[in-house]
């Protein structure tokens, strides 16, 4: 069956970094779009960035732009997050998910990231 186990959340300082992982397993990695997700406390879903099969295409939220890059590798099943400039509004479950932004089919259980000081 389909998995997406997230790891690599936690507690950091405004201004610091994080780099979030993605491992996927139970399907053919390497042919689908694959999307990271926030959802805030007491808010909905807000899609954060997109990258394409090959990991050529990316495309980003423009709350992130700049300071998040996302990437894969195809070899090890792996999507990954690289967050910089971290926000208290960056404060969130990120999950990964099979598809683009919130249009899913799929999805892990989430990792926390809190920026507070």
């Known amino acids: 069956?389909?998995?997406?186990?997230?790891?690599?959340?936690?507690?950091?300082?405004?201004?610091?970094?994080?780099?979030?992982?993605?491992?996927?397993?139970?399907?053919t990695f390497d042919v689908y779009?694959?999307?990271w997700v926030r959802q805030a406390p007491g808010k909905g879903p807000e899609w954060v960035s997109i990258i394409?099969?090959?990991g050529a295409s990316t495309t980003y939220a423009d709350s992130v732009k700049g300071r998040f890059t996302i990437s894969r590798d195809n070899n090890r099943n792996t999507l990954y997050l690289?967050?910089?400039?971290?926000?208290?509004?960056?404060?969130?479950?990120?999950f990964c998910?099979?598809?683009?932004?919130?249009?899913?089919?799929?999805?892990?259980?989430?990792?926390?990231?809190?920026?507070?000081?």
Do not use: I, N
């Not at 610091?16 to 996927?24: D, E, K, M």
């Not at 910089?84 to 969130?92: C, V, W």
């Open 52 to 54: 394409s099969p090959g």
């Open 1 to 27: 069956q389909v998995q997406l186990v997230e790891s690599g959340g936690g507690l950091v300082q405004p201004g610091g970094s994080l780099r979030l992982s993605c491992a996927a397993s139970g399907f």
């Open 82 to 94: 690289q967050m910089s400039s971290l926000k208290p509004e960056d404060t969130a479950l990120y």
């Open 97 to 117: 998910a099979r598809g683009t932004g919130l249009g899913y089919d799929a999805r892990g259980q989430g990792t926390q990231v809190t920026v507070s000081s």
């Open 33 to 35: 779009f694959m999307s």
